[in-house]
């Protein structure tokens, strides 16, 4: 084993992983650990283990549940696309500010599903339609979740290994390890513990601890590796200057204008456009951390850690953005020429596929230029990074399989105990599935487009979400088979996918290259690997397409043809005089139309609203850059790149001003939060029969 570590502090151009750096990682491991221990004392029954027994404010949730979003692979992807597209991407995300805002006010689904008190998705779908088809679509849940989960592990021991350097075997009691199989194990394993020793409290715990190392993190790296002006006497390794130099902006294939960016390829306008009809669509849908949208106190804080998102992410965007930009400067300037033959020396010899040593690129040449300390705490944040995804996507993939696939089963209920160990015992499952998937899966495409298309095998799942919170005419065979054309259509991709990829010898691509006039392939067979021509994306959109159709017609024919009443939606919602629970907040004062307009509610406090205001006036600002630019670009024949570079220099600084704010901000609310929560747990009354079941069409455990 010290062979593997001895390798991790050999590097090309410095010491490496010094006793400083092992002392960061370890040291936060140690205290994550002790946190899990003192959390856990406070779970006693399912409820506490599946939603922290629904005690989390905005902060603490805002933070951990970002945290879990960030994730090693998130990174990865990212740096994948930036790389490729530059600042390209960044103007059509634009695009999609707006629509993310509107659906963060209104609180489009999330409020209406804490509004139902269901512990997960598919016990909405028993309350709201059948327990067969919980059954159905709880099955169909679980199992895209733990694929779309199962190269979550893969890239992110890659990124280890890249950024270690650690080798693909080492010596350890005369026998020959391998080092990934190994690394899989330890991550993998380290994410089970977290998972089932504290349930959804140690988990939130954790994660907001993680979450806010991350923020003070990110803004050191930022200072670290940029330069973001003359002036500055920051130190950056990369100067704006250098910037400007090196990035691309070949006609068709600038990262700087996203109107010349057409030959881009896979990550142009359509990509974003889809991914903005996504977010509307499948709002709510993807449960791989499901454990959150249970866990506040009430809707409204739901409502509020969504809006706090624009402001929790700022650091964080702005340091995945501006990594992979430093690389594209590292390899393109003429400056970095040495740094990056180094980086090319590594990769070549890492030993792994054309695909794999992309994704590796930007994470090697980060591993060469940063210093001990920051090495180390480079590490500890994309090891936290890594851990609060694989701790809260195991959480929710393994409850989903027993709350949505073996309860609806039983006639007898779980104890409480029992349940928390079945639990537990279906979170390991899925840990050793994810270790296999990550092992053997072949990585053919870009993570991105692996999240589009598994993410399609539930795309049924938005029409029945959608429909069922919002439309009483809602029918229950319309989500049986929107949930089933999705999932075909999501599987044909991924088959063909696979049977398109090439390696020597197989392949659909090959054989077409070779057996007919098809010029297209024959131009790619140089390529190691030559892509299905319908990439996940656009798999994820025609699936989309398929599913609301056929969920309106047939739940109107179900309507009007076969006489189906229509829903108690008010029930379900817990509204009016259904509100059992009291969780609808109500202030004195009154709310005008114009507020209603915007999604105020009574709810609102000053601060709320204060909150909301900044929150729509940011994105404001940026949807009328993107307006005006817009304009300008097709009234008056282009902007120049210098204007746009300008324009990219301005935001860059005025998010890295507001970044470091918000960190602030946030720390001293999630440390309130958390005090909140510890208290809130140790003075509620569990209530064991909310273990979530649903009895007479009502979830178990309701105050009458």
Same mark, same amino acid.
């Given at each position: ?5 001895? %390798? ?12 400083? *750096? ?28 599946? =939603? ?35 600042? %390209? ?66 890239? !992110? ?8 350097? #650690? $080798?693909?075997?080492? *010596? ?12 899989? #194990? ?31 993190? +990110? ?12 002036? *500055? ?61 249970? =866990? ?27 990594? $992979? ?5 590292? @390899? ?93 015992? !279906? ?23 692996? #999240? %589009? ?5 539930? !795309?049924? =799942? ?15 065979? =319309? ?43 024959? %131009? ?37 043809? +076969?006489?189906?009443?229509? +829903?108690?939606? *008010? ?25 209603? @307009? ?107």
């Amino acid at each position: 084993m010290w062979d593997l570590v001895g %390798a991790a502090m050999r590097s090309i151009n410095h010491e490496g992983m010094q006793t400083l *750096d092992w002392v960061i990682v370890i040291g936060m491991i140690v205290f994550l650990i002790s946190v899990l221990l003192y959390c856990n004392r406070y779970m006693r029954n399912a409820a506490d283990f599946l =939603a922290a027994s629904r005690c989390a404010g905005r902060y603490v949730l805002s933070i951990s549940e970002g945290v879990a979003g960030f994730a090693v692979v998130s990174s990865v992807a990212t740096f994948e696309l930036f790389y490729q597209a530059g600042f %390209a991407s960044q103007w059509w995300s634009m695009l999609s500010s707006p629509v993310n805002l509107i659906l963060s006010l209104f609180a489009w689904v999330t409020y209406r599903l804490r509004e139902t008190r269901c512990l997960t998705l598919a016990q909405f779908y028993e309350v709201r339609y059948s327990r067969k088809f919980r059954i159905g679509a709880g099955i169909l849940t679980w199992i895209s979740g733990v694929v779309n989960y199962g190269i979550f592990p893969a890239v !992110s021991v890659r990124f280890f290994m890249f950024f270690c350097r #650690f $080798p693909q075997h080492f *010596d350890f009691l005369g026998i020959s390890w391998n080092t990934y199989g190994v690394l899989l #194990f330890v991550a993998i394993g380290l994410g089970v513990f977290f998972a089932t020793c504290g349930g959804q409290i140690a988990i939130m715990v954790t994660d907001f601890i993680q979450g806010i190392l991350c923020n003070v993190a +990110f803004v050191v790296f930022i200072f670290f590796i940029f330069k973001l002006g003359e002036w *500055d006497v920051s130190g950056g390794y990369v100067s704006w200057k250098q910037v400007t130099e090196a990035i691309c902006m070949e006609p068709g294939m600038s990262q700087i204008n996203p109107f010349d960016s057409n030959r881009i390829g896979d990550f142009n306008i359509w990509y974003f456009v889809i991914g903005i009809l996504a977010s509307f669509y499948a709002r709510g849908a993807w449960q791989g951390s499901s454990g959150y949208a249970a =866990a506040a106190k009430n809707p409204h804080e739901r409502r509020m850690a969504g809006i706090l998102g624009t402001w929790r992410g700022m650091a964080q965007g702005l340091m995945i953005m501006l990594f $992979p930009l430093a690389v594209i400067v590292i @390899m393109k300037h003429v400056d970095f020429v040495p740094l990056k033959e180094a980086i090319e020396a590594t990769l070549n010899n890492s030993g792994v596929s054309a695909q794999l040593k992309e994704q590796g690129l930007v994470t090697t040449a980060l591993s060469l230029i940063m210093p001990s300390g920051l090495l180390g705490l480079f590490v500890a944040v994309m090891f936290a990074a890594m851990l609060s995804t694989d701790d809260t996507y195991m959480h929710s993939w393994g409850s989903i399989f027993i709350q949505d696939v073996i309860m609806p089963f039983r006639k007898k209920p779980f104890t409480p105990q029992q349940h928390i160990w079945m639990l537990r015992f !279906s979170i390991i499952f899925v840990g050793v599935f994810a270790w296999f998937f990550s092992f053997y899966f072949p990585m053919t495409e870009y993570v991105y487009m692996f #999240f %589009a298309i598994t993410g399609a095998i539930v !795309s049924g =799942a938005g029409a029945a979400i959608i429909g069922g919170l919002y439309w009483k005419r809602g029918g229950t065979i =319309a989500a049986w088979v929107s949930y089933a054309i999705g999932a075909f259509l999501a599987v044909s991709g991924i088959v063909l996918q696979q049977v398109w990829y090439l390696g020597k010898g197989r392949g659909l691509a090959y054989w077409l290259a070779e057996h007919t006039d098809w010029q297209w392939v024959d %131009a790619n067979i140089a390529k190691e690997v030559v892509k299905f021509p319908v990439n996940g994306q656009w798999i994820n959109f025609i699936c989309i397409v398929a599913c609301v159709v056929l969920y309106i017609t047939i739940s109107l024919v179900e309507h009007y043809v +076969f006489g189906k009443p229509d +829903f108690n939606l *008010d029930k379900m919602l817990h509204r009016g005089e259904y509100d059992t629970a009291n969780e609808h907040i109500e202030k004195s004062e009154k709310v005008s139309w114009f507020a209603k @307009m915007f999604g105020v509610t009574k709810e609102f406090t000053l601060g709320d609203k204060l909150i909301y205001l900044a929150t729509i006036l940011w994105t404001f600002m940026w949807f009328v850059f993107f307006i005006v630019f817009t304009i300008w670009e097709f009234a008056f024949h282009g902007v120049s790149n210098e204007w746009w570079l300008k324009l990219w220099h301005f935001k860059v600084y005025l998010t890295l001003v507001l970044g470091i704010g918000c960190t602030l901000w946030f720390l001293i609310g999630g440390i309130v939060d958390v005090v909140g929560l510890f208290k809130a747990l140790a003075n509620s009354e569990r209530n064991d029969s909310d273990d979530g079941s649903v009895i007479d069409g009502a979830v178990a455990g309701e105050k009458k």
